[in-house]
Structure formats: structure tokens, C-alpha cells
């Protein structure tokens, strides 16, 4: 499953934001820092509208929607990376998580107290940014230390050794990993250090009820900087998604509309997460059950097929594939059969988002 771990500073709405996203989510939103000391996980459904559409067509039983897996990482500070505020537990968190959801502070509010004593969303995210990377740092010189005895020895010390020095640099000017150009092999040896300036970031500028729709010139300061890092910025309101929580679906409709947008922070933040880590969905539908299945873009029908089950991988002989838009126009699998929209994909096939599919396997 998907896990996207929520930072930030404290007090800049991460809490609220967990809170209003997860279902019967329970972490305590306060106004004071480290109201969040064990980091809170919730799971929640992604939204998918085509779900609906297909389990009509099939008479399904029920819905089972494609998850992700949030994390309320407590607050971090300035200088979290040497243990200040409990920083070296709450970054241990961080490591274990797929995607990082930097919440940024976007809005003025007096009665809400700003750790550093003033709303500057640059400044914070500089803050955390730098924290990450001096975590990072520490983590590689000591791994450096300890596979730099072993690489007269072991090739792959040796290999590792000589990604380890890449990096150092950037992590000494306080740059992210994710920035510099490896190669894949690369990654794949930093990968079981769990960098935390490796991980894909979305920064979600957390701004009023008003701004919601336009946003504002802290939204823009946190696009600028973003765009620096080759970053995705998403605009929320944890005070609307607060508010949206208690409403039923029309209503929350209705109210984002009033507000001029047609989406809440939930869907926006879980769109942005699949298209920053390159992840797609494919469908399945029958009398038992419609289901999203999550896969990485780029995968093949095999590999697609052992997402269910590592045996319809295994046994794989084909998969029957029908676009989403053409299984709606022709209105039932036997009538999509007739005109000849079903298609037979083979072991080569590259699964694409919104294919609906069987597949035929050995036991």
C-alpha cells in the first residue's frame, strides 16, 4: 500500500488536514506544538468515480477502491536533526514512508501561534528541507565509515562507496538527493538507506477558506520554491476539508462550488501523489466485486496480473482488456464482446490507466 508521510512545522495545520482526509482519524489538533508524539496512520479510499459506473454495469456486490496510507508525523523544528523537539524519533517515521506531503503554512491567523513568530513559507520550508538533509548527512558519514573497511574487500562496498561520495556534497550544501542525476543502479544501492531527501515531495500550501480558490502570495512564494526542486505544489484549506468531513456528498458539492473549486484537498493530494511517483490504475469488474488495482506506469500485463495474485503472474496467458470509456459506451461486457472491443493482450502488453481486465492463467 501507499504511504505518503504528512510533515511540516509545527502548527501549520497538519493535524487538522489528518484529521478532516482519514476516516475516524484521532490525532489531537491543538495549538501548541508536539500535540502529535506516535505518529498517527490512517488509510484511506482514493477516489474514483468510475467505480460506481462499473458496478452497475456488472450488478457487483460490492466496491473495493484503490487505498493509500497517510502518516501524522509530529512537528518538526530547527534543528531536529541533532534531536531537538524529538526530532530523531519523528524522522525515523519519515523514513518509512513512499512520498513526503510537506504542509506549508499559507495563512494568517493570530490566534493560531507561529513557531518561528511569523508566517514566511519559504523560510519553513527551508527549515525542514535543511533538517532532512542534515539527517542524511549524519546517516551517510556513517555509513561511509563503516563500507569504505569493506571495499578493499567487497565489490559492492566498493559500488557503494563510490554513490556514497556523489552525494556527500549536496547533502553538505543542504541539497536534496532527489536533485542529483543518478543512475538507476544508483538508487537502487542508496535505496536501503531510506534518504529522506530522496523521497518525492509534494508541498501542500495550506491556506484560509478564501484563498482557497485564487490562492495567494504565499502560495505563490511556495510554487517559486518548488519549482526549484522540481516539486509538485498542491493548494488545500484544512479548515474547508474540516468542514467537508461533516457534510454528505451533495452538500460538500455545493460548498466547493461556493468556494469556486471543484475538488477537495484529498483528491488533489492523491492525484498529485499518483502522477509524482508515476502510478496508474487498472480496473476489474464481475457480479462478486469492482476493484481499483494500483500499478507502476510502465508495467506489462504479467506484472499487472501478479498485483492480484504472484500466481496469475506466474501462470499468466493473457489478459482480456477493454478501455473504461469504451466498456461505458457499449454497457455490459457481452455487448462490448459483440462489437468486438474486447481485446486479447499478450505478455508484452503495457498496461494502461483505466484498462478494465481478465486474466486467463494456469494454476
Known sequence: MLRA??????????????NAIVT???????????????????????????????????NSKRIVPARIEFVDIAGLVKGASKGEGLGNQFLSHIR??????????????????????????????????LELALADLSQVERRLEKQRKQAKKQK???????????????????????LLPLTAEEKALLKPLGLLTAKPVIYAANV????????????????QQAEKENAKTVVISAQVEAELADLPPQEREEYLASLGVKEGGLKSL???????????????????????????????????AGVIHSDFERGFIRAETISYEDLVRAGSMAAAREMGLVRSEGRDYVVQEGDVMLFRFNV
Open 5 to 18: 508521510g504528512i510533515v511540516g512545522l509545527p502548527n501549520v495545520g497538519k493535524s487538522t488536514l489528518f
Open 270 to 304: 492523491i492525484k498529485a501523489t499518483y502522477q509524482l511517483l508515476g502510478l496508474r490504475t487498472y480496473l476489474t469488474t464481475g457480479e462478486n466485486e469492482t476493484r481499483a488495482w494500483t500499478i507502476v506506469a510502465g508495467m506489462t500485463a504479467p506484472q499487472a
Open 96 to 129: 518509512q514512508v513512499d512520498a513526503i506531503v510537506h504542509v506549508v503554512r499559507c495563512f494568517d491567523d493570530e490566534d493560531i501561534i507561529h513557531v518561528s513568530g511569523s508566517v514566511d513559507p519559504v523560510r519553513d520550508m527551508e527549515i525542514i528541507n
Open 208 to 223: 484560509s477558506e478564501e484563498d482557497l480558490a485564487a490562492g495567494n502570495e504565499w502560495v505563490n512564494q511556495v510554487r
Open 24 to 58: 475516524n482519524a484521532k490525532a489531537e489538533a491543538a495549538n501548541f506544538p508536539f500535540c502529535t508524539i506516535e505518529p498517527n496512520v490512517g488509510v484511506v479510499a482514493v477516489p474514483d468515480e468510475r467505480l460506481e459506473v462499473l458496478a452497475r454495469i456488472s
Open 156 to 178: 559492492e562496498a566498493a559500488e557503494e562507496v563510490a554513490v556514497l561520495e556523489k552525494i556527500l556534497p549536496s547533502l553538505n550544501e543542504g541539497k536534496p538527493v532527489r
